[in-house]
């Protein structure tokens, strides 16, 4: 499975921005799909992630409320919608998927990873 992620960008504090990763080489309806990110300095830290069927989501706590995670399965693509972007969301985005059904927030429960996205926000 390939990972190919876009839609990164440098906004303005309370901006929004829509990142998108399109999956290939797998059975897009089998993957469960999840957004991470590296801020500079930090580790990794989940975002969101949705069920492989896009019936289940969750949200790290610093995102709820804020951001969005769909899929459209026609496109094989998964989105994240982010809006009132905050400084702090200042990171590189990566898009990760695994076989299975159930969103998790482990990146050790993912195997297949995107090159990632640059996000930045600026106050």
């Known amino acids: 499975v390939q990972l190919q992620a876009s839609g990164g960008g440098s906004v303005q504090a309370g901006a929004s921005l829509r990142l998108s990763c399109t999956a290939s080489?797998?059975?897009?309806?089998?993957?469960?799909m999840a957004w991470f990110r590296q801020a500079p300095g930090k580790e990794r830290e989940f975002v969101a992630a949705?069920?492989?069927?896009?019936?289940?989501?969750i949200y790290a706590d610093s995102v709820k409320g804020r951001f969005t995670i769909s899929r459209d399965i026609a496109k094989n693509t998964v989105y994240l919608q982010m809006n009132s972007l905050e400084p702090e969301d200042t990171a590189v985005y990566y898009c990760?998927?695994?076989?299975?059904?159930?969103?998790?927030?482990?990146?050790?429960?993912?195997?297949?990873w995107g090159k990632g996205t640059q996000v930045t926000v600026s106050s």
């Open positions: 990760a998927a695994a076989r299975g059904a159930v969103a998790a927030r482990d990146a050790r429960d993912y195997r297949y």
């Open positions: 949705i069920s492989w069927r896009g019936g289940a989501t």
């Open positions: 080489g797998g059975t897009f309806s089998t993957l469960k």
